[in-house]
């Protein structure tokens, strides 16, 4: 499918009136699962950063999308078949903001992050999904 022809087939679904659930699953694999979903599924945690050798930055990521497991908070929703597919990061300043996408039959924890071009000092870390809201995960000091 060319490029045009699949913008136009997502700017027809999303505008369809009984497209509802196709617009959120776009939204969700665009942005990464929506907050709720963190929640319902036992929490997300930050661990310290690391600088490896080359220079990049280390994070440990806690999460399990399973919904078997308490990071920050009992879960209340168990997946069986999704797991994370990837986490999405950006960085503003001394901001860090991430993101979980799902997929099926991948690995339902959330592997170490390893980001660049990050200068030593604070940084905020927040979560940023779907829901399009900024919620502050904590705070790590990357050396």
Not at 117 to 130: E, H, K, Q, S
Request: proline share 6%; aromatic share 6%.
């Amino acid at each position: 499918m060319r490029r045009s022809t699949f913008t136009l087939a997502v700017v027809l679904l999303c505008s369809l009136p009984d497209a509802r659930g196709v617009e959120a699953g776009i939204r969700e694999w665009w942005f990464g699962q929506p907050w709720a979903f963190v929640q319902s599924i036992g929490g997300i945690r930050v661990g310290a950063a690391t600088r490896l050798p080359d220079g990049r930055v280390q994070l440990p990521i806690e999460c399990d999308v399973s919904g078997v497991q308490s990071i920050t908070r009992p879960p209340q929703t168990m997946n069986s078949g999704i797991g994370v597919s990837k986490i999405l990061a950006a960085t503003e300043g001394h901001r860090i903001a991430i993101s979980l996408r799902t997929g099926v039959g991948e690995a339902s924890d959330c592997r170490p992050l390893v980001l660049s071009g990050l200068d030593p000092g604070a940084y905020v870390i927040v979560y940023f999904g779907a829901d399009r809201e900024l919620h502050e995960l904590g705070r790590v000091e990357i050396p």
